[in-house]
Nanobody, 124 residues
Framework: QVQLVESGGGLVQTGGSLRLSCAAS????????MGWFRQAPGKEREFVVA????????NYVDSVKGRFTISRDNAKNTVYLQMNSLKPEDTAVYYC?????????????????WGKGTLVTVSS
């Protein structure tokens, strides 16, 4: 059983930056592909980006390309999402996800394990 705990959310002004972290425990972290999803108020959950155990990144959703960067530190069992140039439309609960297969995250937009989420609010 893998546990995921997100942190780093908060309130930021338009144009600001935040770095989200997701700490994993209970499994061999490097075996898992990791992903970030988000769910804005009144909307469905949206895939943002994923990263393989090796550190190779997948494509980002178009709306965050050039602004968000995913990374991972397998020694710290942690995945990060650096978010720059934030916009009000980035406001959402951001969820960390883990899966043994990258396709589960990227293609199926699903995961084996989920965190509880961290709220990001971008004010205009």
């Amino acid at each position: 059983q893998v546990q995921l705990v997100e942190s780093g959310g908060g309130l930021v002004q338009t144009g600001g930056s935040l770095r989200l972290s997701c700490a994993a425990s209970g499994g061999i972290f490097s075996r898992y592909a990791m992903g970030w999803f988000r769910q804005a108020p009144g909307k469905e959950r949206e895939f943002v980006v994923a990263i393989r155990g090796s550190g190779a990144r997948t494509n980002y959703v178009d709306s965050v390309k050039g602004r968000f960067t995913i990374s991972r530190d397998n020694a710290k069992n942690t995945v990060y999402l650096q978010m720059n140039s934030l916009k009000p439309e980035d406001t959402a609960v951001y969820y960390c996800a883990a899966a043994l297969g990258i396709d589960r995250i990227v293609v199926l937009h699903s995961a084996d394990y989920w965190g509880k989420g961290t709220l990001v609010t971008v004010s205009s």
